[in-house]
């Protein structure tokens, strides 16, 4: 599939008005996308958990306006105009337009809502412009009743890539890849698909306790980061490891062997750390309190014989995967020992969900 396939190839009797609302989930990556080209186009491929109760709720509503070329709308977060938000929306809205040539036709009234804590350091771009491209391609839908789910899927999935990389795998669920590879079916740089394989049983209901660590703004944004993986000394090499993890997790979410699974999920995460470390110029997004936790899970792990391992995303909160079997002991554990590492001892329960739901 190629770009150009997203583009409307006829114009049609849109609404003169009305709304759409579509809630989004959150993922968490277990192989890192970290690193893009071209207009968010990831340098190696990534699989994500999608998660069930971290999640964006948008409703959408459109006005037609009197024609003009510029982009009209307005963003509100819990009912509080925000417009912080609208530099990012505005930008969002430039790189789809070709997408969805309406845009500029209407007014748009954006009201979102987080079910995690604002500031909780909790990424809310995957979730919140999954929810947009969702709302947006609704409206297009409303008028081409011959739109396929899948090509609906795709298309969204597409939209949410462009306006940020990791929202490409929040469409769907429980496990999506993102970026091509050779050992996916139908795998693509434009925009996530569902892992179909056969998943094993342990996966369907794998539980993450998110460890909010540090709930304050990031010194340095994802986009950044990603930026400084070119010319970064190790990024060939870490394309080549995140492909190579990519391909050697696929036979363990089909077996279940869950130290397999360990080994592959925190390599991952701390690599993800490493290339930050060694970028030019460096920068360090953990914090002591993030390996005060990992070493206590390492040593809970040994001593319990547990399943349980962590892994982290471009922040310093951290994210205990384990299967459900084991969820009262973790839980204990985690109320026992790993909250005093918790800003005002806050943690999230969450467990891999089934993707985005139109409201
Ligand atoms: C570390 O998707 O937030 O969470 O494409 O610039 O919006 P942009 O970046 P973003 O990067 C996410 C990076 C990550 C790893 C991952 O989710 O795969």
Known sequence: MQEQQ???SKSYQLPEKGEVKWESPSNIALVKYWGKYGEQLPKNSSISFTLSHCKTTTQLSYQKKNSSKKFSFEVYLDGNRTESFEPKIEKFFERVEKYLPFLTEYHFKIETQNSFPHSSGIASSAS????????LLQLERQANSAMTEEFFNQKASFLARLGSGSA????????????EHTAVNKSSNLYGVEFSDKVH????????TILLVDRGEKQVSSTVGHN???NHPFAEQRFLQANSNLEKILPV????NLDDFIFIVEQEALSLHAMMMSSSPYFILIKPNTLEIINKIWEYRETHKSKICFTLDAGANVHVLYPENEKAKVLDFIKNQLVGYCQKGMYICDEVGFGAKPL
């Not at 049983?201 to 993450?208: A, G, M, R």
């Not at 979410?253 to 279940?256: D, E, F, P």
């Open 228 to 230: 400084l993986m070119h």
């Open 201 to 208: 049983e342990v996966f369907k209901n794998y539980q993450d």
């Open 128 to 135: 919140g412009m999954s929810a947009l491209a969702l709302c």
């Open 6 to 8: 997203f583009i409307p």
């Open 253 to 256: 979410l089909q077996s279940g």
């Open 168 to 179: 490409a795998r929040s469409i769907k669920g429980n496990l999506v890849v993102w970026g």
